[in-house]
């Protein structure tokens, strides 16, 4: 017999129906029904639709069940850009930037990321599992019930592949999801210091393979930015990548403008991020081909940098998602409810595409629009219950996180107490 879900009386259950990012105007529409319900069979939703209509097409008694009155009730979130997995913090640099010291001076000096490298080599995969634990609960009392993790605090095979296993048992052991990326060109290691090419040759002979051959990741991600990889570099890493079977990702024209966002579009990479100096040809020639946009607002707010122009991408047909880009440095923040306070208040972005950039196209970025991401027949029943009856609230309730409740695969994974 299969385990059974009935979720009825949602005020608003916001379906966000789809299986493909989405972009102009169909980000606004996220498909509500009011007075909404749901039927799960093993965690699969099986029916969608008003209440009367779902409970008319049931016969069997439900094993769980959700009374969602009062309740908006919205696919869970999908976080597609994290560096969540890492030892140590860097609390001080975050001081100094206040100072008036800019990302890159810190990284210039020998900071920044390095910094979290050397902690993360020291750490075991145990410590790391541990760490690991805990940020995952602290990302699902947020909603999120799939994140993407990428690599990158470990720059040396042993590290890179030890916390890309480590995200892999997370992915086994907690209710999140953890999707995989290899972000071995995240900077460039003390021992390559002026070596950057060879630190390149390196990652594509001795570690990229290895990533590959052990499946350890699904996508490719490089740190494109001037000072660090260049577009040549990272077009060689990433091209290797693809031809290996990982997907591509760029963090892309983030502090200043390089050719990020059309590196992004000539590979046919699956997003680039941040791009917060992305050019008007940049976004154009990611809209022509497809790139989703993944825009990281809480990044450009902690860095004191102009956000990302959401409005002109979204106007020009790029399907946008949000992400927090939660990592040590440039963004010790994993507040979903920050991401949409900002993308509402200073990216011009509507209360319902930042759903779709959270649900769908989050989905989306991550390459499982097919599976999640959204509330209809034949996907994963993941999904959210807000303390509001809208998902108007979500920017409107400012800063406070609104979910009350989280549902991953069918089983209640996360209840708050109420206010
Ligand atoms: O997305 N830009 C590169 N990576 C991160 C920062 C990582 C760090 O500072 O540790 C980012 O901003
Ligand atoms: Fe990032």
């Known amino acids: 017999m299969a385990k059974t879900l009935l979720l009825k009386n949602a005020s608003e259950l916001v379906t966000c129906r789809g299986h493909a990012p989405k972009c102009g105007p169909a980000m606004q529409d996220i498909g509500i029904i009011e007075d909404g319900a749901l039927w799960l069979e093993d965690g699969i939703i099986r029916k969608v639709g008003a209440t009367d209509e779902v409970l008319s097409g049931i016969a069997a008694t439900p094993d769980t069940v959700i009374d969602a009155t009062g309740r908006c009730v919205l696919p869970g979130f999908v976080d597609p850009h994290t560096h969540f997995l890492f030892a140590g913090h860097r609390a001080e640099e975050f001081s100094w930037r206040l100072r008036g010291d800019t990302y890159m001076d810190i990284m210039e000096r020998g900071g920044g990321i390095i910094n979290s490298v050397r902690a993360t080599r020291q750490a075991s995969a145990d410590e790391l599992l541990a760490i690991g634990l805990r940020r995952l609960d602290s990302m699902l009392s947020f909603g999120v019930t ?25 992915d086994r052991q907690h209710p999140v999801e953890v999707v995989r990326t290899f972000m071995g060109a995240h900077a460039v290691p003390a021992e390559y210091k002026g070596r950057t090419d060879e630190f390149v040759d390196y990652l594509l002979q001795d570690v990229l393979p290895l990533v590959a051959e052990q499946r350890l990741a699904e996508f490719c991600d490089v740190f494109c930015e001037k000072g660090v990889f260049s577009v040549e570099q990272s077009r060689r890493l990433l091209t290797a990548a693809q031809s290996l079977g990982l997907q591509a990702k760029v963090h892309a024209d983030e502090i200043v403008t390089l050719g990020g966002a059309e590196l992004a579009a000539e590979l046919g990479a699956l997003s680039a991020e941040h791009l917060l100096h992305a050019s008007d040809a940049g976004i154009r020639r990611m809209a022509e081909t497809g790139v989703i946009a993944v825009l990281l607002p809480a990044t450009a707010f902690c860095l004191r940098e102009p956000y990302a122009r959401a409005r002109f991408m979204i106007d020009s047909g790029v399907p946008v998602a949000l992400a927090t880009d939660f990592n040590p440095g440039s963004c010790f ?3 979903i409810p ?69 549902v991953k695969r069918g089983e209640i994974v996360y209840e708050r107490q109420r206010r």
């Open 333 to 335: 923040s994993e507040s």
């Open 146 to 170: 799939t994140v993407e993790g990428k690599s990158g605090y470990g720059l040396d095979a042993a590290t890179e592949l030890k916390q890309l296993a480590v995200m892999a048992e997370l």
């Open 338 to 406: 920050l991401v949409i306070a900002l993308a509402a208040l200073y990216m011009q972005m509507t209360p319902a595409e930042i759903v779709t950039a959270l649900t769908i196209n989050a989905a989306a970025a991550v390459g499982r629009a097919n599976r999640i991401g959204s509330l209809e027949r034949g996907k994963q029943g993941d999904f959210v219950l807000l303390d509001h009856p809208s998902h108007l609230y979500l920017p409107y309730h400012a800063g406070v996180n609104c979910v009350a409740t989280v």
